[in-house]
């Protein structure tokens, strides 16, 4: 059920975006219920992903490890000590952790879906087995570890532990003493580094420049950056080592578009940023605080042309579209409502299905997919321009939801709003029953449908003044709506003719006075 806010405080669907990072995940299962729940994978404790095909191996007393296998977990072990080393410390935590929570085993037929995973309470008690080393390991190869997008792979520990250690360094020949130790207020000060604004807010250093003659990116091109970026403390809060973003469009923050564009392919620099340039009063949750200046570190690996929407595959339409999409709604909760609404307008021109023939060049589903994909967005764009004032617009933009998809709820109430508030209220009338007729116990559709049942009366009783049509060069002319004003009699009050005369007496009686005394 769609849950509505009044119209002009109706956030965009965030959560109705995918989320684009990896989450570590941790599967339970029960001891006391053993049976399989259709349609659902199995909940394992931590302790449980050893336990399970220990014993499995101790009811059948397999010992079918190859000696060839043995061989080379040995030879692992002794070229890589501080690897196994750090495999035992997660196995010990892990152990820890069930230790912890062997008093609190979680339900097996809870389908819940709860992304806490919290555990329910029951009266079972089990504690973690005893396994070996060698058997921890090779059932470790197989846990099933979370990948983007919806899809699940296999992956070995190894690999994952490799891929997650950020703390290297993407640039080790050029761990400067400015990167390492310098304070920020040292380098704002420093006199061999270049000013890209005028305010000393925003520096860069070459650390190695490009061959001569070689073309720096401009305005509106696709880039390709290697970057990583900490704050004063040396905490690394970005990195990437193939950042592609489209300079001028929002991608990326504005230090990170201003210094690519004095640089040159293959260029390797610092770059200095003041919070302005980065996040700003807000930051960025979790990492990056407010007003925190952030130095990066950069090479431009590759730049070229905007690739044409026409001439790219539907997916690759759809993955940018999502990506500027999801930048939107990033503005739009830092109540950055221009720059989502640009980043939505942006996001709605990559997803489209046409070709340069005006034909469409894809499937059914991929056409339904992209079609769902537009009504998000026009939805949130249509709550970035009632923010931004832009009522008109955003009465155009619900108008296009609802010819996408007319069962639209959130389109109708917004629709609805607009239409009472420009006094239009017979379609304002029809629209928003039908909103309500969708969700009859969404709140905000009452209350907007009061209102308009209160503007219609106070409508009424306007209308009652109108005369009857006059007859004017063939055609009926009706007169204002509104009734004449009241206009006061014209005369002399008898108040004032009172006065009047009361004053005329005492003055005719003080002559009299005055004449008798002479």
């Known amino acids: 059920m769609v849950s509505l806010a009044p119209c002009g405080d109706m956030e965009p ?14 599967f339970v299962k029960t001891v006391c219920d053993e049976q399989e729940v259709k349609g659902e994978e199995p909940i394992w404790q931590p302790w449980q992903v050893f336990e399970e095909p220990i014993k499995e191996l101790q009811r059948k007393n397999i010992t079918e490890i190859e000696d060839g296998e043995k061989a080379a977990e040995d030879n692992k072990n002794e070229e890589g000590s501080e690897m196994k080393n750090e495999m035992d410390n997660e196995v010990a935590e892990e152990m820890k952790y069930a230790e912890n929570l062997s008093n609190i085993p979680t339900d097996a037929n809870d389908s819940s879906g709860d992304p806490t995973n919290e555990p329910i309470c029951s009266n079972s008690h089990t504690s973690p087995p005893e396994t070996n080393e060698s058997d921890i390991e090779h059932i470790r190869k197989l846990i099933k570890t979370p990948s983007f997008g ?28 400015e990167w390492t130790t310098t304070s920020f207020e040292e380098l704002f000060l420093a006199d061999d580094w270049k000013d890209i604004a005028d ?10 420049a490009s061959p001569e003659n070689v073309l720096s990116p401009a305005w509106g091109q696709e880039v390709t950056l290697k970057m990583q970026g900490v704050l004063e403390d040396r905490t690394v809060v970005e990195k990437d080592c193939k950042l592609v973003f489209i300079i001028g469009e ?15 392919q293959g260029e390797i620099a610092l770059l200095l940023a003041d919070s302005q340039y980065t996040y700003g009063h807000l930051g960025r949750e979790p990492d990056i605080p407010a007003w925190a200046p952030l130095l990066y570190q950069l090479q431009l690996l590759d730049f070229r042309e905007k690739p044409d929407p026409l001439s790219l595959p539907i997916p690759e339409r759809i993955r940018i579209g999502n990506q500027k999409r999801e930048r939107g709604n990033f503005y739009f909760q830092r109540e950055e409502y221009s720059m989502a609404a640009q980043a939505y307008l942006m ?11 005006s034909q469409s060049c894809a499937a059914e589903e991929e056409e339904e997919e992209v ?7 026009l939805n949130n764009l249509a709550a970035a321009q009632l923010k931004l004032g832009q009522f008109d617009e955003a009465l155009h933009t619900s108008r296009d939801v609802l010819f996408l998809d007319p069962q639209n709820v959130k389109a109708l109430f917004r629709k609805g709003k607009l239409l009472s508030d420009r006094g239009e209220y017979e379609e304002a009338m029809e629209t928003l029953k039908k909103a309500l007729k969708l969700e009859p116990s969404t ?21 009652s003044w109108q005369a009857k049509p006059a007859q004017m060069f063939g055609e009926n002319i009706a007169p204002s709506l509104t009734p004449p004003p009241k206009k006061k009699p014209f005369g002399i009050s008898w108040k004032f003719l009172l006065g009047a005369l009361v004053v005329a007496l005492g003055s005719l009686v003080t002559s009299v006075v005055l004449t008798a005394r002479n």
């Open 13 to 26: 669907e965030v959560e109705e975006a995918e989320e684009t990072t990896l989450k570590s995940e941790m």
């Open 150 to 177: 919806k899809t699940v792979r296999f992956m070995e520990i190894e690999v994952v532990e490799e891929r997650d250690s950020s703390v290297d360094s993407l640039f080790p020949d050029f761990e400067t003493v």
């Open 199 to 208: 305010n000393r807010l925003l520096r860069k250093k070459v650390l190695q």
């Open 250 to 264: 929002g991608d990326v923050n504005q230090a990170l578009e201003e210094c690519t564009i004095s640089m040159t």
């Open 347 to 357: 996001a709605l021109d990559m997803l489209t299905t046409r070709t340069y023939d």
């Open 371 to 377: 079609n769902d994909y537009r009504v998000k967005c």
């Open 443 to 463: 709140k905000a559709i009452h209350a907007e449908l009061s209102k308009l049942v209160k503007r219609q009366a106070g409508e009424s009783e306007t209308q």
